[in-house]
């Protein structure tokens, strides 16, 4: 039998998917713009600023860049910088540089929630970033209870289910496929509208399938080893689409770190793929 995999192999694969990231998040927030604004700009929160003595002029500013809200969105991608850097660092027991990371994870779930909103609170689009906003929790998980716990293995499968099953819902046109899917499906593949739409609605079979085989013994390795592939093309397809020779830097300021990003797309299959391709005895249950 093949050596069981170290756990510091695993470990590192959740450590560097979320310093990724959130090294990818803080580059979209501190070059360009989070998507809070469906959020602050509303009537509701008006009110509630109202409600606690903030005046128009003091919430909104009567400059560029002054006012809380725009201070307090231009300073979000340096807390992204921080739980970054301290997910580099951060050791068991260390609950400061934890509790970091988890406010972290509090953040993506911030994000993801203004998409969802901005989406017109389409599903898919809050559940297909569960493998980001849950990655930093794992990270947490496999510090403080260990990489091969149960609770850190239910985790990974939970983020795992949702990243597909979100992708999978748009791919196969359960709800509006994002025009961005076809439009780097025909520019890379170079196929017309129809012939992409079948390619994806592929996919999206494939992402299901993959869903239910994580969960069967015999299908969960390979499922696994499917996912990590898809979710390194599919966060590269950004880049390859969006780049070019013709644009400043190549583009690569405004398409690279949507690669980046998506880190925990490939490295949470790697990792459980590690964890399951390798058994330490014949007789030992596999930790789910």
Not at 25 to 51: C, K, M
Not at 90 to 115: D, E, T, Y
Not at 218 to 228: D, H, K, T
């Amino acid at each position: 039998m093949p050596r069981p995999v170290p756990d510091q192999y695993l470990l590192l694969c959740l450590r560097l998917g979320t310093f990724l990231c959130f090294l990818g998040w803080a580059w979209a927030h501190l070059y360009w713009e989070g998507p809070y604004h469906i959020l602050v700009w509303n009537d509701q929160t008006f009110a509630l600023a109202r409600s606690l003595g903030i005046s128009w002029e003091t919430y909104v500013g009567t400059e560029p860049g002054g006012g809380i809200i725009q201070k307090w969105l231009s300073r979000v991608g340096w807390l992204y910088v921080l739980c970054a850097i301290v997910s580099l660092t951060v050791r068991k027991g260390r609950w400061v540089q934890l509790s970091i990371v988890i406010f972290g994870s509090g953040l993506l779930l911030l994000m993801a929630w203004a998409k969802y909103v901005g989406a017109q609170r389409q599903l898919p689009m809050l559940v297909e970033h569960g493998g980001q906003f849950l990655m930093p929790i794992l990270l947490v998980l496999a510090l403080q209870l260990g990489a091969r716990h149960r609770a850190t293995v239910i985790v990974a499968l939970i983020a795992f289910v949702a990243t597909f099953a979100g992708h999978g819902a748009y791919a196969l046109g359960l709800w509006p496929t994002p025009p961005t899917f076809f439009g780097m499906t025909t520019v890379i593949l170079d196929v017309e509208f129809d012939t992409a739409r079948r390619i994806l609605q592929v996919a999206g079979i494939l992402d299901f399938l993959i869903c239910v085989g994580i969960f069967i013994p015999a299908l969960r390795v390979p499922s696994a080893i499917y996912g990590a592939a898809w979710g390194l093309l599919t966060a590269l397809a950004r880049p390859v689409a969006g780049m070019s020779s013709d644009l400043i830097y190549w583009g690569a300021d405004q398409f690279l770190h949507e690669a980046v990003l998506r880190a925990p797309h490939v490295l949470i299959p790697i990792y459980l793929a590690l964890l399951w391709g390798f058994r330490q005895k014949r007789k030992q249950p596999l930790p789910f």
